[in-house]
């Protein structure tokens, strides 16, 4: 059964504090590793996705890496908008499986 | 706004009520799920429709119930429902199942079992 953890659950960070956030996995066949983000009441915002160990996405202040058996989320100097909560999912034939999610808070 | 439409956003209905969600895409996907979110808790898939047939039934218990009439349109079909069923319900859609693309969420409904 594929399996998803992310570390750590929460994520307390001072505005242009950088940090990383873990998401570890097991599958069977990995057809690809998403990043979405969540605000409280809504829906996942898709945010990447990494096929293949070593692929890097990047987009404003966040960084995506991939490892054969990881993936980190780096968000670089963030913002109070940053706070969310970061979910990973990764795709095994047609089924996503969520971690629990990263809950990131930004203080001004 | 992502394409994938939700109503309602909030539902408060007794356990003998029956209610449905409903869910909507404009995107031209050919595939869409149902998605349980409780708090603190991973989302769970409960349900997948591909070119509006049923790909997947988490086993799911059947006082919940998809249909799915079109490729754009899905509901879900709620009947004695128990207070635990509280929780936010995402529909979520993709170009294809099986493929490496990713999912694109509703806003949700909010779900209160009282």
């Known amino acids: 059964e594929d399996q998803v953890t992310q570390s750590p659950e929460a994520l307390r960070l001072q505005e242009g504090e950088s940090s990383s956030l873990n998401c570890s996995y097991t599958?069977?066949?990995?057809?690809?590793l998403f990043w979405y983000r969540q605000d409280p009441g809504k829906g996942p915002e898709f945010l990447f996705t990494?096929?293949?160990a070593g692929e890097e996405k990047e987009k404003e202040r966040l960084k995506a890496t991939l490892t054969k058996k990881e993936s980190f989320l780096h968000i670089t100097a963030p913002k109070p908008e940053d706070s969310a909560t970061y979910l990973c999912?990764?795709?095994?034939?047609?089924?996503?499986?969520f971690g629990a999610g990263t809950t990131v808070t930004v203080r001004a | 706004e992502t394409g994938v439409t939700q109503t309602p956003r909030h539902l408060v209905m007794g356990m003998t009520n029956k209610k449905s969600l409903k869910c909507e895409q404009h995107l031209g996907h050919n595939a869409m799920y149902w998605y349980k979110q409780s708090a603190k808790k991973p989302l769970e898939l409960m349900f997948v429709?591909?070119?509006?047939?049923?790909?997947e039934n988490n086993s799911v218990p059947s006082r919940f119930s998809p249909e799915c009439p079109n490729s754009s349109h899905l509901f879900l079909h709620l009947h004695t429902l128990q207070p635990e069923d509280s929780a936010l319900y995402l529909c979520?859609?993709?170009?294809?199942?099986?493929?490496?693309?990713?999912?694109?969420f509703g806003q949700g409904t909010r779900l209160t079992v009282v």
């Open positions: 599958v069977s066949g990995l057809r690809g």
């Open positions: 990494l096929y293949s």
């Open positions: 979520a859609s993709s170009q294809r199942v099986a493929q490496q693309t990713e999912a694109f």
């Open positions: 429709y591909s070119l509006e047939e049923r790909v």
């Open positions: 999912a990764v795709q095994d034939d047609y089924k996503l499986s």
